[in-house]
T-cell receptor
Framework: DAMVIQNPRYQVTQFGKPVTLSCSQTLNHNVMYWYQQKSSQAPKLLFH???????NEADTPDNFQSRRPNTSFCFLDIRSPGLGDAAMYLCATSRDGGRGETQYFGPGTRLLVL | QKEVEQNSGPLSVPEGAIASLNCTYS??????FFWYRQYSGKSPELIMF??SNGDKEDGRFTAQLNKASQYVSLLIRDSQPSDSATYLC???????????WGAGTKLIIKP
């Protein structure tokens, strides 16, 4: 089945220790998104890629970076995690990113910062 | 600032009854509307999307869109305990790629 896969499902890191979350997709979609979601809040878009074109949201902290080495994979790097970065990180894809296009989510990575 | 508003709940509904979830949005130009279901600790899962005024039915789920009043609803018939989850409403934003999300309504179906 075509799907969006995220690894790891749970990640524990120490304050200030860099961490990388990964996402892969077999849907062959052009657009990949990274969201941050905290408890009882709406998902917050951090950035997205259309193919290799990177688009950062204006309020995404510099501490968050992303890489998309090929169509199938996308990584979220948190350079110096703070306690406030503990959250669920969601990867999503859409076919072409057209206005109002459906986004499909992976299972998420729960990040805990100690 | 474009917004999507949902009552956070929890909304408690007896098993077998109809659950009604509502969402209002601020941008009159919005054209695409989505309902996602999110179980605790899991990621959002698409339940319904609707583009046109009126009703769209899929199994036990019906989405209702009223653009004049700027609201979209989700009805769940014959509610089951497995429907207990948070339901997120999302609306297209100004630009491609952008969805504006509500914070979700927590639904509890009581056996």
């Amino acid at each position: 089945d075509a799907m969006v896969i995220q690894n790891p499902r749970y990640q524990v890191t120490q304050f200030g220790k860099p961490v990388t979350l990964s996402c892969s997709q077999t849907l062959n979609h052009n657009v990949m998104y990274w969201y941050q979601q905290k408890s009882s809040q709406a998902p917050k878009l951090l950035f997205h890629y259309y193919d290799k074109d990177f688009n950062n949201e204006a309020d995404t902290p510099d501490n968050f970076q992303s890489r998309r080495p090929n169509t199938s994979f996308c990584f979220l790097d948190i350079r110096s995690p703070g306690l406030g970065d503990a959250a669920m990180y969601l990867c999503a894809t859409s076919r072409d990113g057209g206005r109002g296009e459906t986004q499909y989510f992976g299972p998420g990575t729960r990040l805990l910062v100690l | 600032q474009k917004e999507v508003e949902q009552n956070s709940g929890p909304l408690s509904v007896p098993e077998g009854a109809i659950a009604s979830l509502n969402c209002t949005y601020s941008d009159r130009g919005s054209q695409s509307f989505f309902w996602y279901r999110q179980y605790s600790g899991k990621s959002p899962e698409l339940i319904m999307f609707i583009y046109s005024n009126g009703d769209k039915e899929d199994g036990r789920f019906t989405a209702q869109l009223n653009k004049a009043s700027q609201y979209v609803s989700l009805l769940i018939r014959d509610s089951q305990p497995s429907d207990s989850a948070t339901y997120l409403c999302a609306v297209n934003g100004d630009s491609n790629y952008q969805l504006i999300w509500g914070a979700g309504t927590k639904l509890i179906i009581k056996p």
